[in-house]
C-alpha cells in the first residue's frame, strides 16, 4: 500500500466526523450509520474525556465501528492510539501537539493515513516535515467537545497558513456547522470536521451530515 495521495487526501476531508462513545447518549454505532448515510467521508475514533471506553471495551467499540466505516467504504482513523489503530488494522492515526512525536509514529505506522493537530505556522511546518497527510487546524470557532481545546482562533488562521506555503490538506476544527463551513472552506481548508455537529444533531443525523457535505462542495465549486 502507498501513501495516500494528496488529491485522494483533500477530497477524504471534506466531511470528516469525529465521535467517540462520550458524544452521544445514543449507541455511537447508530449515530455513526446515520451519519455515513448522510454523507460523511472520512471518520475518527476518539474515546476520550469523562466516561470514556478503555481496554477490552474500547478495542469492540473500534471495532464495531471500524466494521461500519468499511461497508461504507470510508476510512477509519483513530485519534491518539497508535497501538489500537495498529492492532485493528485501522486506516490511520491522528495525534494532537501534546500526543506521540509525529515522526515515530509516522516510522510506525507506515504508508497509513497521518494527521496532526496544528495551531500555528510553526507546528503546521514541523507535521509536513514529520510525514503528515493532513493537519487539523483549531479551533476555527468556540467549541465544548474539547476539554482542553485553546482560543478559537477564527478563519484567519487558515489563510495565514496557506499564505506561508503550506499546500498538504487540511481540515478545519472547532464549533464548524453547515452554516460557517463555507467561510472555512474560502479561508483555505479542504474539508470540515466536526463532533457535536452532527453527533448532538437531532435524531436521526443523517439531514445534518448531508447539510455539511452540500455547504462543502458548494464552497469548493466556487
Ligand atoms: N480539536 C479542536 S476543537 C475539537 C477538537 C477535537 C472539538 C471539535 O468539536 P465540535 O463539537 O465540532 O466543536
Ligand atoms: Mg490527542
Given amino acids: 500500500m502507498a501513501r495516500i495521495a494528496s488529491g485522494d487526501m483533500k477530497e477524504r476531508l471534506a466531511v470528516y466526523f469525529i465521535m467517540g462513545s462520550q458524544n452521544s447518549e445514543r449507541p455511537a454505532a447508530d449515530v455513526l450509520k446515520e451519519a455515513l448515510d448522510g454523507g460523511v467521508t472520512l471518520f475518527q475514533f476518539r474515546e476520550k474525556g469523562q466516561g470514556a ?6 478495542e469492540a467499540l473500534a471495532r464495531q465501528l471500524q466494521h461500519l466505516c468499511r461497508a461504507y467504504g470510508v476510512p477509519f482513523i483513530v485519534n491518539d492510539d497508535v497501538e489500537l489503530a495498529l492492532a485493528i488494522d485501522a486506516d490511520g492515526v491522528h495525534v494532537g501537539q501534546d500526543d ?27 507535521a509536513v516535515d514529520a510525514g503528515a497527510d493532513y493537519l487539523g487546524v483549531g479551533p ?24 506561508a ?58
Fill in 53 to 58: 471506553l478503555k481496554g477490552a471495551d474500547k
Fill in 100 to 126: 506521540e512525536d509525529a515522526r515515530c509514529v509516522r516510522e510506525k505506522i507506515g504508508d497509513k493515513i497521518l494527521g496532526v493537530s496544528a495551531h500555528n505556522v510553526e507546528e503546521a511546518m514541523a
Fill in 140 to 163: 476555527i470557532y468556540p467549541t465544548s467537545s474539547k476539554e482542553d481545546a485553546k482560543e478559537a482562533q477564527g478563519p484567519d488562521v487558515l489563510r495565514r497558513l496557506r499564505e
Fill in 165 to 222: 506555503g503550506i499546500t498538504i490538506p487540511i481540515v478545519a476544527i472547532g464549533g464548524i456547522t453547515a452554516a460557517n463551513a463555507k467561510t472555512v472552506v474560502e479561508a483555505g481548508a479542504d474539508g470540515v470536521s466536526v463532533i457535536s455537529a452532527i453527533a448532538s444533531a437531532p435524531s436521526p443525523p443523517t439531514g445534518a451530515a448531508a447539510a455539511l457535505a452540500e455547504a462543502v462542495r458548494a464552497a469548493r465549486t466556487r
